[in-house]
């Protein structure tokens, strides 16, 4: 090939093509053609070339090394020059050039080449311009992924949030349904219920797929225009789907969307293209194509795009209510990243608390079992989650109620306020409790000389019983036992400082109510075999002995274990307030979303609104609370509480029962017990109803006859039961059923109490003048108050009467049963409510 002929050839193949017929035959003429073989190196960067390379025939590659990634290699054309650029900048060779198969390479030596150069200056000029192009190229790119950056920055997601954990059927399908989804670009619509992160589904078949390095955004359906003209853009302002390019575009909440939006989006789906908002006044502008793949999510499926068949992948997202399988290993998780996210070790969950997690249906899905395990480590006083700090309470349960401390601030004021209960207990109920005791030891020993034996018999329980179905219990706020306990805590610690010993709450939740339920059978088995009611300083010791108990196990642990478990009188007070027309509760809503120090359970400084407190004394949280037996209304959570969630309410009394109640046979076995209690206290008119001699005289006949007036009420309740269950096999468990007979117990209770407190309770000046040894001409003189014994058997009538009925009623409610497939309990309650009408009404 002659000189010419390489001019033409240059001149026609190259990017020499703008030079002057001069300076190409001044390139021709210093060319020198090589026979180059395959897998050869013509230059290595970061090193100076040694000539002008250019590419005859064959194939060239050239390619520069990377440390954090694959090089970036550029396969060559026929005419490409290779090196141009170093030699004229003088500079180091940027990349690595190779052949790829026997090449024939033109060469001009660099020496010679820089000389052709010096004497041709357009050669220079012709690469600057070529330079100023590109560097025109790389800055207009840049400035429009600027744009870009910033149109889809407030819309981005960065990265998956989590995977998909569990191993049950329902987790395996859906992680199938991902891999699927991801294998393609067709559309996917993700469905499901709240609370599921169906977000993070999408994401993670954007992330799964080819075109991760793609941008992933997500759009709200409910903050979009009606038009969808942030997604379409307008007549010269580019849309989210100009932007995205190729990209995904997560479409959140699809069921908020416009109907307008809905005819554009189905439209989008049918066609694959879309047409940008017109302007008033402008005329619409033409369709454009998409390249842009779409995901949706929603809580349903529109009919629109079911019925015309649109989507190319459908998923729905299960339910954690199905999946109780994962419910262990989801919360292993959860606890993981919230440990990790707080620089905390991991707190281990008991089986008891999984239990409770996996008993629960969670509305709220995945949200809301990561913020429940969330509250739960901050409420949490061990390395132990138990079941104690879960919530799993629903809003159904809060119907019908009044919140009291808002319709009456003055009752609010006073409940926070130091007279509730410190100022009573510590400035009267202390004091008086001492005095109670001291006479009871050593004055006159018989209840019409006793005033504080008149006190406690026809006073003190009358009253509690009747305030049962109004306040619960509320004697336990301002309960002389737990005073001393308390006084006891604070002084032995105060002499021994030391930490007192944490609840061992797996055994008192296994054996206290048996505990308490024993004492109370000692305790009534004494009041008989001793003669209780009208022996001064034995009642003495009774109160003596429940105060030990106080004191010595709140010595021993922390707070009042003994009110918590262990109490007889608790547990009695705690079953009656069940029944109570008042509650204790908090707002759940407020506790979850603004409560992050739980004051109200573990104590703590003064903050905004709410008090220093030391927490609840029984442990327990008032979002929490199922049912009245944990509340001693002490309102130490009303004082600590900065955020107004605590509520006192006025509910349906009893509601508790048939709605968010726990049953126990503990407690069971106390309502019999009590109920037993009754028939006890009338064994001389149980005598005379059977005309036999019982031998009441004798100790051990007095005994045994005692033990078995205490078994009467449930030995007949239970062989009822038995007989109903051969009829009616699919009859709701004694255990729950047993609660039915409460409102009879506590009116049979209230209706021997009755005769106490309106025959002798109105004779306590009299009594209390006989207690200091006045004469009995004094004790002539002062005014008594006593009802008619009409009066009193009309009441006690009353009473037995309607609590009958109320538990006719109650046992329905809890059984929600026909009442004909209750007629055997009712026949039972039937039996006893007239066996306790005959003995104390008719007696």
Known sequence: MDVLERVEWLRQRTEFSSLSSEALQAIAQQVQEQQVQENRRLGLEDTQPE?????????????????????????????????????????KAEETTITLNDCVIWTIPREAFKAIAQQFPEIAQGVSQQLATQLEEVSSQLAYEREQQIA????????????????SRYAVRLRQDIKKAASDRGSVLIFGEPGLEKDNTAALIHFGSSDRKEPLIKINCNTLQPSGAEIFGRTGKPGLLDWIGRGTIMLNNLEDI??????????????????????????????????????????????????????????????????????AVQAEYYLSLIARSRGISKPKITPEALRRLQGYDFPGNHVELESLLGRAITQAESPELTEEVFWAAGNKNRRFRVNLLNAYPRLRQFLRSPWWPDRINYGFTLGAFAVIVTVLMVAPQSRDRNFALNLFWAWWWMLILVAFPFVGRLWCAVCPFMIYGELAQKISLWLYPR????????????????????????????????????????????????????????????????????CPIGGMNGLFAKLAMIELRAQQGICSATCTTYQCYKGGPQKGEGMETGGCPIYSHPAQLRDNRDCVLCMTCLKACPHRSVELNLRPPGIELWTTHQPTYPEVCLLFLLFGAVFLHRLPAIQ?????????????????????????????????????????????????????????????????????GLNEAGRILPVTAATFGGS????????????????????????????????????????????RSLLLQHSAMVLLGSLVWRLIVVA
């Open 51 to 91: 000539a002008l390379y250019i590419l005859y025939d064959g194939h060239l590659e050239r390619y520069r090394t990377s440390k954090t990634g694959l090089a970036k290699v550029t396969s060559l054309i026929l005419g490409s020059i290779v090196y141009l650029k170093e030699l004229l900048l003088d500079r």
């Open 152 to 167: 889809l920055r407030p819309y981005l997601v960065p990265k998956v949030k989590r995977g998909i954990v569990g191993t």
């Open 258 to 327: 416009a109907p307008e939006f809905e005819e554009k989006l189905v439209q989008l789906l049918k066609t694959g293209k879309f047409t940008p908002i017109a302007r008033e006044g402008e005329p619409e502008p033409e369709a454009r194509s998409v390249e842009a793949r779409l995901l949706m999510t929603s809580e349903k499926i529109l009919p629109r795009l079911e019925k015309c068949k649109l989507i190319t992948h459908v998923i729905k997202v299960p339910p954690l209510r199905v999946r109780k399988a994962d419910i």
């Open 499 to 566: 930490k007192l010993q944490p609840w061992p709450r797996q055994a008192a939740e296994k054996w206290g109510g048996w505990f308490l339920f024993g004492m109370f059978t000692l305790i009534l088995l004494w009041e008989e075999l001793w003669n209780l009611e009208n022996t001064a300083y034995l009642s003495g010791y009774l109160l003596l002995l429940i105060t030990a108990g106080a004191v010595i196990f709140s010595v021993l642990f922390e707070r009042r274990f003994w009110c918590r478990y262990l």
């Open 688 to 756: 005379q109803l059977l005309d036999i001699n019982l031998h009441l005289d004798q100790f051990s006949y007095h005994a045994i006859v005692s033990v078995l007036a205490l078994m009467l009420p449930g030995a007949i309740a239970l062989l009822f039961d038995q007989i109903m269950r051969l009829f009616n096999r699919r009859s709701r468990p004694f255990l729950e059923l047993a609660y039915g007979y409460l409102p009879l117990v506590l009116g049979a209770s209230l209706a021997y109490y009755l005769h106490l």
């Open 776 to 819: 009995t001409e004094l004790m002539a003189t002062l005014p008594i108050a006593v009802a008619h014994p009409a009066v009193i058997e009309f009441l006690q009538a009353v009473t037995i009467a309607g609590s009958f009925w109320l538990s006719v009623l109650l046992t329905q409610k809890i059984a929600r049963q026909p009442i």
